[in-house]
C-alpha cells in the first residue's frame, strides 16, 4: 500500500523555469492538500481539492496552480519558478468529505530549490 | 481559524512518559484537536484526534480539558525514535484544512 506519492523527491530549478509537482494518492481519497515547509516553520496550505473537479485557494497560493486530474491525481504547477518558493512541499490526502474527521496522510515531500 | 500554543521544546527520558501540552482556547464546539508529528524533514505523521472524550491509540493518549480550552498529548514510554516536532492542529471545519503552528520539538535522551 504505497499511500500518498510524491514526485519528484528532488528538484534544482533556475529562477524563471516552470515545473509540475506530482501527487498521486491510492487510497480512494475524496480530498487533497498541497502545503510547503520553509525551515524552521511549520506546514502552509498553498491549495486544496475537496472532491474530483474543485480546487480552492488556501494561505499562500500566489505563484502556483493546481489540477486535480481525477481522483487520484493533484499536480502542482511553478509557472515561472522564483528564489522564494525554495521550500519542501508536501502533498496530502483525506478519505471522506472536508467535513468529516478522518486524518490527512502525507505523501514524503518534494525538496525544490530554486537558483 | 482557531489558533494553537505549543511550548517550542521539550526534553524527556527515555523509558518516560512525555505529556506535550497544547492551548487551544479559541477552539469551535465541533472542531477537532488532531496531532501530528514530523522526523526529521518527513511528511508528517498523524498519531491521534479527539473531539472532547480522551482518545487513546496504540501510539499515544489524548486528554482533552472539559472545557476543551486545551489537550495533552501522552506518549507512555518515550524511545529515542520519538524525537520529533509534535504538531497540535485544530482542523478548520467546512475545508479540512490543517492551520499548523511551529510545534513542539520533543528530545528524548538516554
Known amino acids: 500500500n504505497a499511500g500518498v506519492t510524491q514526485t519528484p523527491k528532488f528538484q534544482v530549478l533556475k529562477t524563471g523555469q516552470s515545473m509540475t509537482l506530482q501527487c498521486a494518492q491510492d487510497?480512494?481519497?475524496?480530498?487533497m492538500y498541497w502545503y510547503r515547509q520553509d525551515p524552521g516553520m511549520g506546514l502552509r496550505l498553498i491549495y486544496y481539492s475537496a472532491s474530483e473537479g474543485t480546487t480552492d485557494k488556501g494561505e499562500v497560493p500566489n505563484g502556483y496552480n493546481v489540477s486535480r486530474l481525477n481522483k487520484r491525481e493533484f499536480s502542482l504547477r511553478l509557472e515561472s519558478a522564483a528564489p522564494s518558493q525554495t521550500s519542501v512541499y508536501f502533498c496530502?490526502?483525506?478519505?471522506?468529505?472536508?467535513?468529516?474527521?478522518?486524518?490527512?496522510?502525507f505523501g514524503d515531500g518534494t525538496r525544490l530549490s530554486i537558483l | 481559524d482557531a489558533k494553537t500554543t505549543q511550548p517550542p521544546s521539550m526534553d524527556c527520558a527515555e523509558g518516560r512518559a512525555a505529556n506535550l501540552p497544547c492551548n487551544h482556547s479559541?477552539?469551535?464546539?465541533?472542531?477537532?484537536v488532531y496531532w501530528y508529528r514530523q522526523i526529521h524533514s518527513q511528511g508528517p505523521q498523524y498519531i491521534i484526534h479527539g473531539l472532547k472524550n480522551n482518545e487513546t491509540n496504540e501510539m499515544a493518549s489524548l486528554i482533552i480539558t472539559e472545557d476543551r480550552k486545551s489537550s495533552t498529548l501522552i506518549l507512555p514510554h518515550a524511545t529515542l525514535r520519538d524525537t520529533a516536532v509534535y504538531y497540535c492542529i485544530v482542523r478548520s471545519l467546512g475545508t479540512g484544512k490543517l492551520i499548523f503552528g511551529q510545534g513542539t520539538t520533543l528530545q528524548v535522551k538516554p
Open positions: 479559541t477552539i469551535s464546539g465541533n472542531e477537532y
Open positions: 496530502a490526502s483525506i478519505a471522506g468529505g472536508v467535513t468529516g474527521n478522518q486524518p490527512q496522510h
Open positions: 487510497m480512494n481519497h475524496n480530498s
